[in-house]
Protein backbone atom coordinates (compact mmCIF):
# COMPACT_ATOMS: atom_id res chain seq x y z
CA UNK A 1 0.00 0.00 0.00
CA UNK A 2 1.58 3.03 -1.15
CA UNK A 3 2.38 5.76 1.86
CA UNK A 4 -0.49 8.60 2.52
CA UNK A 5 0.21 12.22 2.15
CA UNK A 6 1.38 13.53 5.11
CA UNK A 7 -1.36 16.05 6.08
CA UNK A 8 0.20 18.03 8.22
CA UNK A 9 3.68 18.31 9.88
CA UNK A 10 4.40 20.40 13.47
CA UNK A 11 7.53 19.94 15.45
CA UNK A 12 6.33 18.03 18.69
CA UNK A 13 7.31 20.77 20.37
CA UNK A 14 5.24 23.64 18.72
CA UNK A 15 2.12 21.03 19.09
CA UNK A 16 2.07 20.52 22.46
CA UNK A 17 3.46 24.23 23.51
CA UNK A 18 6.72 22.68 25.01
CA UNK A 19 4.64 20.43 27.57
CA UNK A 20 5.92 16.47 27.99
CA UNK A 21 2.65 15.71 30.38
CA UNK A 22 -0.83 14.99 29.51
CA UNK A 23 -3.01 15.57 32.61
CA UNK A 24 -5.15 13.08 31.40
CA UNK A 25 -2.71 9.77 31.42
CA UNK A 26 -3.55 7.78 28.46
CA UNK A 27 -1.33 5.16 29.09
CA UNK A 28 -2.69 2.56 26.17
CA UNK A 29 -2.30 3.46 22.78
CA UNK A 30 -5.26 1.55 21.76
CA UNK A 31 -7.33 4.06 23.77
CA UNK A 32 -10.18 4.92 20.80
CA UNK A 33 -10.92 8.96 21.12
CA UNK A 34 -14.42 9.66 20.10
CA UNK A 35 -16.10 13.40 19.31
CA UNK A 36 -18.52 14.16 22.24
CA UNK A 37 -20.75 15.53 18.88
CA UNK A 38 -20.14 18.99 20.59
CA UNK A 39 -18.44 21.65 18.22
CA UNK A 40 -15.55 23.74 19.52
CA UNK A 41 -16.19 27.28 20.26
CA UNK A 42 -12.79 27.50 22.21
CA UNK A 43 -9.80 28.76 20.24
CA UNK A 44 -8.09 25.45 19.27
CA UNK A 45 -4.48 25.75 18.43
CA UNK A 46 -3.42 23.94 15.03
CA UNK A 47 -2.33 21.13 16.29
CA UNK A 48 -5.10 20.39 18.26
CA UNK A 49 -7.71 21.54 15.61
CA UNK A 50 -5.88 19.18 13.69
CA UNK A 51 -6.87 16.12 16.25
CA UNK A 52 -10.05 17.91 16.67
CA UNK A 53 -10.98 17.54 12.91
CA UNK A 54 -9.09 13.76 12.78
CA UNK A 55 -11.69 12.70 15.77
CA UNK A 56 -14.98 14.40 14.31
CA UNK A 57 -14.80 11.78 11.52
CA UNK A 58 -15.00 8.44 13.07
CA UNK A 59 -12.83 7.11 16.20
CA UNK A 60 -9.60 6.75 16.35
CA UNK A 61 -6.84 4.93 18.49
CA UNK A 62 -4.09 7.59 19.77
CA UNK A 63 -1.56 4.70 17.78
CA UNK A 64 -3.54 5.84 14.44
CA UNK A 65 -3.72 9.14 15.25
CA UNK A 66 -0.17 9.76 15.91
CA UNK A 67 0.23 8.02 12.59
CA UNK A 68 -2.10 10.11 10.77
CA UNK A 69 -0.78 13.82 12.54
CA UNK A 70 2.80 12.43 11.98
CA UNK A 71 2.76 13.03 15.64
CA UNK A 72 4.74 11.03 18.65
CA UNK A 73 2.37 9.35 21.09
CA UNK A 74 3.44 12.03 23.56
CA UNK A 75 2.34 14.42 22.17
CA UNK A 76 -0.84 13.21 20.72
CA UNK A 77 -1.78 12.34 24.50
CA UNK A 78 -1.01 15.84 25.44
CA UNK A 79 -3.17 17.06 22.60
CA UNK A 80 -6.01 15.13 23.47
CA UNK A 81 -5.86 15.70 27.29
CA UNK A 82 -6.24 19.11 25.79
CA UNK A 83 -9.66 18.26 24.01
CA UNK A 84 -10.95 16.18 26.78
CA UNK A 85 -10.45 19.05 29.01
CA UNK A 86 -12.21 20.85 27.22
CA UNK A 87 -14.98 18.55 26.71
CA UNK A 88 -14.89 18.43 22.57
CA UNK A 89 -13.69 14.36 22.40
CA UNK A 90 -13.53 11.33 25.02
CA UNK A 91 -11.31 8.62 25.60
CA UNK A 92 -12.89 5.40 25.35
CA UNK A 93 -9.50 2.81 26.93
CA UNK A 94 -9.72 -0.58 25.27
CA UNK A 95 -12.25 -2.61 27.47
CA UNK A 96 -10.58 -5.50 29.49
CA UNK A 97 -10.46 -8.02 27.15
CA UNK A 98 -8.90 -11.36 29.06
CA UNK A 99 -12.45 -13.47 29.17
CA UNK A 100 -12.12 -16.85 27.24
CA UNK A 101 -14.97 -16.09 24.96
CA UNK A 102 -13.07 -13.09 23.57
CA UNK A 103 -10.49 -14.83 22.65
CA UNK A 104 -12.30 -17.42 21.26
CA UNK A 105 -14.04 -14.98 18.67
CA UNK A 106 -10.54 -14.34 17.85
CA UNK A 107 -9.26 -17.30 17.60
CA UNK A 108 -12.55 -18.50 15.50
CA UNK A 109 -12.06 -15.22 13.04
CA UNK A 110 -8.52 -16.20 12.51
CA UNK A 111 -9.49 -19.64 11.39
CA UNK A 112 -12.09 -18.22 9.42
CA UNK A 113 -9.37 -15.79 7.70
CA UNK A 114 -7.31 -19.09 7.02
CA UNK A 115 -9.73 -20.57 5.10
CA UNK A 116 -10.29 -17.37 2.61
CA UNK A 117 -6.60 -16.43 2.02
CA UNK B 1 -17.80 24.89 8.53
CA UNK B 2 -18.22 28.58 7.14
CA UNK B 3 -14.55 28.80 5.68
CA UNK B 4 -13.77 26.41 3.00
CA UNK B 5 -10.02 24.93 3.84
CA UNK B 6 -7.67 26.57 1.04
CA UNK B 7 -5.77 23.57 0.67
CA UNK B 8 -7.08 20.20 -0.81
CA UNK B 9 -8.29 17.85 2.34
CA UNK B 10 -5.56 14.85 3.36
CA UNK B 11 -7.22 11.81 3.12
CA UNK B 12 -9.16 10.87 5.95
CA UNK B 13 -7.69 8.71 8.32
CA UNK B 14 -8.41 5.08 8.67
CA UNK B 15 -11.46 4.90 11.40
CA UNK B 16 -12.20 1.74 13.14
CA UNK B 17 -15.62 0.78 14.14
CA UNK B 18 -16.61 2.08 17.20
CA UNK B 19 -18.50 -1.37 18.09
CA UNK B 20 -14.99 -3.54 17.61
CA UNK B 21 -12.93 -4.67 20.48
CA UNK B 22 -9.28 -4.34 20.11
CA UNK B 23 -6.56 -6.72 20.86
CA UNK B 24 -3.31 -5.61 20.84
CA UNK B 25 -0.34 -8.23 20.07
CA UNK B 26 3.01 -7.90 19.53
CA UNK B 27 5.83 -9.20 17.11
CA UNK B 28 9.00 -9.04 19.03
CA UNK B 29 12.44 -10.12 17.93
CA UNK B 30 15.91 -8.41 17.35
CA UNK B 31 16.84 -6.31 13.93
CA UNK B 32 16.40 -8.04 10.79
CA UNK B 33 14.00 -11.15 12.13
CA UNK B 34 11.03 -10.77 10.10
CA UNK B 35 8.58 -8.56 12.55
CA UNK B 36 8.05 -6.30 10.11
CA UNK B 37 7.36 -8.81 6.85
CA UNK B 38 4.56 -11.04 9.48
CA UNK B 39 3.25 -7.96 10.58
CA UNK B 40 3.02 -6.74 6.57
CA UNK B 41 1.98 -10.70 5.56
CA UNK B 42 -1.06 -10.94 8.09
CA UNK B 43 -2.43 -6.64 7.94
CA UNK B 44 -4.63 -5.62 6.02
CA UNK B 45 -3.54 -2.25 6.77
CA UNK B 46 0.22 -1.12 8.21
CA UNK B 47 1.23 2.43 9.80
CA UNK B 48 4.95 2.87 9.69
CA UNK B 49 5.44 6.23 12.02
CA UNK B 50 9.31 7.04 11.54
CA UNK B 51 10.22 10.58 12.50
CA UNK B 52 10.61 13.42 15.09
CA UNK B 53 14.48 14.02 15.11
CA UNK B 54 14.34 15.35 18.74
CA UNK B 55 16.78 18.79 18.80
CA UNK B 56 17.72 19.97 21.79
CA UNK B 57 15.62 22.65 21.62
CA UNK B 58 12.40 20.34 21.81
CA UNK B 59 13.90 18.17 24.41
CA UNK B 60 12.33 18.58 27.76
CA UNK B 61 14.80 20.59 29.98
CA UNK B 62 13.95 17.43 32.99
CA UNK B 63 15.17 14.94 30.67
CA UNK B 64 17.86 16.95 29.36
CA UNK B 65 19.60 16.66 32.99
CA UNK B 66 19.45 13.22 33.25
CA UNK B 67 20.65 12.86 29.39
CA UNK B 68 22.82 15.98 28.55
CA UNK B 69 24.76 14.17 25.69
CA UNK B 70 21.37 13.50 23.88
CA UNK B 71 20.53 15.79 21.06
CA UNK B 72 18.51 13.33 19.20
CA UNK B 73 15.73 11.00 19.51
CA UNK B 74 13.85 8.99 16.39
CA UNK B 75 10.61 7.69 17.57
CA UNK B 76 9.29 4.92 15.34
CA UNK B 77 5.84 2.60 15.13
CA UNK B 78 5.41 -0.11 13.18
CA UNK B 79 1.92 -1.66 13.64
CA UNK B 80 -0.83 -3.25 11.32
CA UNK B 81 -4.51 -3.65 11.85
CA UNK B 82 -6.88 -6.90 10.97
CA UNK B 83 -9.94 -7.17 10.85
CA UNK B 84 -11.10 -10.30 12.02
CA UNK B 85 -15.06 -10.22 9.72
CA UNK B 86 -14.95 -6.32 7.81
CA UNK B 87 -18.47 -7.19 7.01
CA UNK B 88 -19.16 -7.12 10.72
CA UNK B 89 -18.67 -3.74 12.37
CA UNK B 90 -18.22 -5.73 16.07
CA UNK B 91 -16.02 -8.43 14.98
CA UNK B 92 -12.24 -7.68 16.50
CA UNK B 93 -9.95 -5.80 15.41
CA UNK B 94 -6.58 -7.28 16.25
CA UNK B 95 -3.56 -4.29 16.32
CA UNK B 96 -0.40 -6.18 15.76
CA UNK B 97 2.89 -4.14 16.76
CA UNK B 98 6.25 -4.52 15.82
CA UNK B 99 9.02 -3.90 18.50
CA UNK B 100 11.64 -1.54 17.99
CA UNK B 101 15.49 -3.12 16.88
CA UNK B 102 17.09 -1.39 19.71
CA UNK B 103 16.88 -1.35 23.47
CA UNK B 104 17.36 2.64 23.34
CA UNK B 105 13.90 2.41 22.72
CA UNK B 106 12.83 1.85 26.00
CA UNK B 107 9.51 4.03 26.16
CA UNK B 108 8.16 2.53 22.68
CA UNK B 109 8.64 -0.53 24.55
CA UNK B 110 6.93 0.50 27.42
CA UNK B 111 4.23 1.79 25.05
CA UNK B 112 3.48 -1.16 22.78
CA UNK B 113 3.41 -4.05 25.46
CA UNK B 114 1.28 -1.52 28.10
CA UNK B 115 -2.31 -3.55 27.96
CA UNK B 116 -0.62 -6.69 24.97
CA UNK B 117 -2.39 -9.53 25.42
CA UNK B 118 0.37 -12.15 23.85
CA UNK B 119 3.57 -11.53 21.57
CA UNK B 120 4.97 -13.78 19.21
CA UNK B 121 9.49 -13.94 19.73
CA UNK B 122 10.84 -14.14 16.34
CA UNK B 123 13.85 -15.76 16.17
CA UNK B 124 16.40 -16.30 13.31
CA UNK B 125 18.62 -19.62 13.61
CA UNK B 126 21.36 -17.94 11.65
CA UNK B 127 21.58 -14.68 14.36
CA UNK B 128 19.41 -16.32 17.58
CA UNK B 129 21.19 -14.22 19.74
CA UNK B 130 19.77 -11.28 17.83
CA UNK B 131 16.42 -11.69 19.90
CA UNK B 132 17.60 -12.73 22.69
CA UNK B 133 17.26 -8.55 24.49
CA UNK B 134 13.55 -9.03 22.99
CA UNK B 135 13.22 -12.03 25.32
CA UNK B 136 14.61 -10.38 28.30
CA UNK B 137 12.22 -7.12 27.67
CA UNK B 138 9.04 -9.43 27.29
CA UNK B 139 10.11 -11.82 30.59
CA UNK B 140 9.83 -8.03 32.53
CA UNK B 141 6.82 -7.30 30.76
CA UNK B 142 4.74 -10.67 31.97
CA UNK B 143 3.24 -10.83 28.44
CA UNK B 144 2.67 -14.51 27.71
CA UNK B 145 4.59 -15.19 24.53
CA UNK B 146 5.23 -17.73 22.43
CA UNK B 147 8.87 -18.39 20.30
CA UNK B 148 8.41 -18.55 16.59
CA UNK B 149 11.13 -19.76 14.55
CA UNK B 150 11.43 -17.34 11.08
CA UNK B 151 12.21 -20.38 8.95
CA UNK B 152 14.90 -18.82 6.22
CA UNK B 153 15.79 -21.11 3.77
CA UNK B 154 19.88 -20.93 4.69
CA UNK B 155 19.16 -21.54 8.66
CA UNK B 156 21.06 -23.91 9.84
CA UNK B 157 18.88 -27.02 11.60
CA UNK B 158 19.10 -26.68 15.30
CA UNK B 159 17.07 -28.88 16.72
CA UNK B 160 14.13 -27.45 19.21
CA UNK B 161 15.63 -28.95 21.92
CA UNK B 162 18.84 -27.19 21.99
CA UNK B 163 16.80 -24.54 20.63
CA UNK B 164 14.88 -24.46 24.01
CA UNK B 165 18.08 -24.99 26.11
CA UNK B 166 19.33 -22.02 24.50
CA UNK B 167 16.96 -19.97 25.38
CA UNK B 168 16.06 -21.55 28.61
CA UNK B 169 12.48 -22.12 27.49
CA UNK B 170 9.91 -23.48 29.75
CA UNK B 171 8.77 -26.59 28.26
CA UNK B 172 4.75 -24.61 28.73
CA UNK B 173 6.26 -22.11 26.29
CA UNK B 174 5.12 -22.85 22.76
CA UNK B 175 7.79 -23.15 20.19
CA UNK B 176 6.92 -23.35 15.80
CA UNK B 177 8.01 -23.26 12.78
CA UNK B 178 7.02 -20.79 10.40
CA UNK B 179 7.36 -18.41 7.48
CA UNK B 180 6.64 -14.92 8.07
CA UNK B 181 6.21 -13.97 4.86
CA UNK B 182 3.30 -16.45 4.14
CA UNK B 183 0.31 -14.81 5.29
CA UNK B 184 -1.29 -18.87 6.19
CA UNK B 185 1.37 -19.36 7.67
CA UNK B 186 2.11 -16.22 10.27
CA UNK B 187 -1.78 -16.58 10.66
CA UNK B 188 -1.16 -20.01 12.41
CA UNK B 189 1.59 -18.22 14.13
CA UNK B 190 -1.14 -16.09 15.61
CA UNK B 191 -3.28 -19.22 16.11
CA UNK B 192 -0.81 -20.61 18.35
CA UNK B 193 -0.51 -17.24 20.21
CA UNK B 194 -3.58 -17.00 21.06
CA UNK B 195 -4.19 -20.47 21.98
CA UNK B 196 -1.61 -20.46 24.46
CA UNK B 197 -3.27 -16.88 26.39
CA UNK B 198 -6.02 -18.98 26.51
CA UNK B 199 -4.54 -22.39 28.42
CA UNK B 200 -2.65 -19.54 30.52
CA UNK B 201 -5.87 -17.80 31.26
CA UNK B 202 -7.31 -20.78 32.35
CA UNK B 203 -4.69 -21.66 34.66
CA UNK B 204 -5.64 -18.15 36.28
CA UNK B 205 -8.78 -18.76 36.25
CA UNK B 206 -8.51 -22.24 38.00
CA UNK B 207 -6.14 -21.24 40.73
Known amino acids: ?13 LATGGRTRPHHPLPDMLTRLVWTRVDSDTLLTPAQQALFDAVRGGSLTLADAAVYL ?11 SDLIEHELIQAAPPSAQSDISFLETVLHGLRKLKDTA | MAFASSR ?27 KTTM ?11 TEQKMTAASVPVDSLEHTPDKTTT ?54 PQ ?21 DFADAPYVSDTTVRKGLDLTATTPLIHFDARDR ?24
Open chain 2, 74 to 127: TITMDFGRLTLDPRDPRAPVLYLFGTPGQARFHEVWKDITYGARGAVLLLDLRR
Open chain 2, 184 to 207: NSAIDALIRLVQHVMTIYRQDAVR
Open chain 1, 70 to 80: RQPLFAIRILA
Open chain 1, 1 to 13: MPRREPPREIPAY
Open chain 2, 130 to 150: ESYEAMDLLEQSGIPYIVGIN
Open chain 2, 39 to 49: VQAVSEMRSLH
Open chain 2, 8 to 34: TPPSPPDYIPEAAPLLKLVVAGGFGVG
